[in-house]
T-cell receptor
Framework: QQQVKQSPQSLIVQKGGISIINCAYENTAFDYFPWYQQFPGKGPALLIAIRPDVSEKKEGRFTISFNKSAKQFSLHIMDSQPGDSATYFCAASASGGSNYKLTFGKGTLLTVNP | DGGITQSPKYLFRKEGQNVTLSCEQNLNHDAMYWYRQDPGQGLRLIYYSQIVNDFQKGDIAEGYSVSREKKESFPLTVTSAQKNPTAFYLC??????????????FGSGTRLTVV
């Protein structure tokens, strides 16, 4: 059972455009939602994260939007650049549980054309 | 600099051979994890450990084994029972306590190929 569903699987955006990646979760105990960025041949790196007590978090060109009632969250990349071309993973965890373990989406391959 | 070191970066395994992937962290993190990454499959959890001398199976543990004798080290052995071991293997670590951005720290990965 996939607990975090991510879409789209791949995305092509022109330079300067907005990239939007969506995730939906099922477990209402989830209370931590990070996004990771992975370049080819490298390990994923934490990009931005949010907790459900806020509906939006912005760091530079990256924004997480969170909708608790719909159990959905999304990553928006404003003014997308070719250097943003990477695979992006959403994830979720329940920090109050007996173990701290992230559940990942399947990833979105973003290509930003110059 | 604190971080996670995975070695080797590339590893070739012959049929029927066991191989061990190394993962060392100097972040003083309690928990460590092993993931397998295949194209289109995302990150699938193999094993994880929250404390020394204890570890738990993840979603795809069959054909793999781990040990956690030291806080800093969490080696993964890919045994001959793993029939399709060719993949990119990622090690990660985390603290159980912390601020909003405590997340996972990943290593740079080991690419294992069966020859």
């Amino acid at each position: 059972q996939q607990q975090v569903k991510q879409s789209p699987q791949s995305l092509i955006v022109q330079k300067g455009g907005i990239s939007i990646i969506n995730c939906a979760y099922e477990n209402t105990a989830f209370d931590y939602f990070p996004w990771y960025q992975q370049f080819p041949g490298k390990g994923p790196a934490l990009l931005i994260a949010i907790r459900p007590d806020v509906s939006e978090k912005k760091e530079g060109r990256f924004t997480i939007s969170f909708n608790k009632s719909a159990k959905q969250f999304s990553l928006h990349i404003m003014d997308s650049q070719p250097g943003d071309s990477a695979t992006y993973f959403c994830a979720a965890s329940a920090s109050g549980g007996s173990n701290y373990k992230l559940t990942f989406g399947k990833g979105t391959l973003l290509t930003v054309n110059p | 600099d604190g971080g996670i070191t995975q070695s080797p970066k590339y590893l070739f395994r012959k049929e029927g051979q066991n191989v061990t992937l190394s993962c060392e962290q100097n972040l003083n993190h309690d928990a460590m994890y092993w993931y397998r990454q295949d194209p289109g499959q995302g990150l699938r959890l193999i094993y994880y450990s929250q404390i020394v001398n204890d570890f738990q199976k993840g979603d795809i543990a069959e054909g793999y084994s781990v040990s956690r004798e030291k806080k800093e080290s969490f080696p993964l052995t890919v045994t001959s029972a793993q029939k399709n071991p060719t993949a990119f293997y990622l090690c990660a670590s985390s603290n159980r306590e912390g601020s909003l951005n405590y997340g996972y720290t990943f290593g740079s990965g080991t690419r294992l190929t069966v020859v």
